[in-house]
């Protein structure tokens, strides 16, 4: 029986086993490949999505847990890069290789939507399952605060 969600909007129907991991779900079915494999467990992040607007690791989520759910992936988050998270991110240059970037934003951006005024102690709690191997960890909280004034409306300017 076909597992269904709404996957960045769509609603999306998917005959793959129950058991199987949503991110390869979304990056083998569904061609959504801007979600990353990082450890397979859990540990780093790089597999980040929304699940109901919740920062979810998608390589730990079975594709059964998200049937009748809301899924959204680094590219629903902003297909035109508006986000703010993802224009504060440019500001602060904060991409050295990129590959841990969709994680540390999604996670951000489900940050930012339940806590608009975030602490540095919340910023670092939210992220502290996002590994960044470039250690890039100063910029990322910059931007995560940056993104937080962007939303609030204030100029993108430093």
């Not at 960045?8 to 991110?23: D, H, K, T, W």
């Not at 240059?93 to 951000?108: K, L």
């Amino acid at each position: 029986m076909p597992i269904t969600a709404t996957v960045n909007g769509v609603r999306q129907s998917c005959n793959a086993p129950p058991e199987m991991p949503l991110l390869w779900v979304l990056r083998d079915t569904l061609g959504l490949t801007g979600t990353k494999y990082g450890c397979g467990i859990g540990l780093c992040g790089a597999c980040t999505v929304h699940v109901d607007g919740a920062a979810t690791r998608a390589c730990l989520a079975p594709l059964s847990s998200v049937g009748g759910k809301q899924v959204t992936t680094i590219e629903g988050l902003s297909p035109d890069g508006t986000h703010p998270v993802q224009r504060a991110w440019q500001a602060e240059d904060v991409a050295q290789c990129g590959y841990c970037q969709p994680g540390q934003i999604m996670a951000a951006a489900a940050l930012l939507a339940k806590q608009p005024n975030p602490s540095d102690e919340d910023i670092a709690a939210a992220l502290v399952g996002n590994l960044c191997r470039c250690g890039t960890y100063q910029r990322i909280v910059a931007a995560v605060r940056r993104a937080a004034r962007l939303q609030k409306g204030e100029a993108l300017a430093r």
